[in-house]
């Protein structure tokens, strides 16, 4: 069993990254906002923690830059109808807060509005996900969404950036990775330029 593998960036897309160790290059599909974390590290020596899914026609890694992502991705892949590939697209769109969250207020609307899920899929999702993340659960209580002026500002930012031409899903990713670094005084206009910013970052 693979925990994880620390090595040199050398590749980077939306669903993957390629990672040079020891002369060795690992393909690793990762989360969509591992992809905007990751802008600009090319080069770069990152750590990922892995998820081997080995089937009888294929076999993949899945990389992750947290510990707990890893573990709430496996443990969404064991879920009837679910499967790495849904699991992934639930980890790489919504934080383990919002998940979270999400769970303890059987939210089924925010789970639907993950690519690959519907409301059917959510509302069975929300049943079956409380035994496989109780851990996640309980922490829930402990755990704040984002303010109600953030998301007013969140909104706003992503607006902006489609306006521009950035994909939703890529400027939405951006922007509120922007807005979870950043302190709770940050404006409009420095959300916008430091999205642009990581948008922007080059290999």
Same mark, same amino acid.
């Given at each position: 069993m693979y925990e994880y593998i620390q090595g040199t960036l050398v590749e980077l897309s939306p669903s993957k990254v390629v990672i040079e160790a020891c002369g060795i290059g690992y393909s690793l599909l990762i989360p969509?906002?591992?992809y905007v974390e990751l802008l600009g590290s090319?080069? $770069?020596s990152i750590k990922c923690f892995l998820s081997h899914v080995l089937r009888e026609d294929s076999?993949?890694?899945f990389g992750f830059l947290k510990k707990n992502e890893r573990d709430a991705f496996e443990k969404?892949?064991?879920i009837s109808g679910i499967g790495p590939k849904t699991a992934l697209s639930i980890v790489g769109h919504l934080s383990l807060k919002e998940l979270a969250l999400a769970?303890?207020? $059987?939210?089924a609307l925010t789970l639907a509005k993950i690519p690959g899920i519907g409301k059917k899929t959510a509302e069975r999702l929300l049943v079956e996900i409380k035994d496989k993340l109780k851990s996640l659960i309980a922490e829930a209580s402990s755990l704040e969404p984002l303010p109600k002026e953030h998301l007013a500002l969140l $909104?706003?930012?992503v607006s902006a950036l489609t306006n521009l031409g950035y994909p939703q899903s890529s400027a939405h990713l951006a922007a509120k990775y922007i807005l979870q670094q950043s302190p709770p005084t940050l404006k409009l206009a420095e959300l916008i330029t430091l999205s642009l910013k990581k948008l922007r970052a080059k290999d």
């Open positions: 969509a906002h591992s090319i080069g $770069q076999e993949r890694f969404l892949s064991e769970i303890q207020a $059987q939210d $909104q706003d930012a």
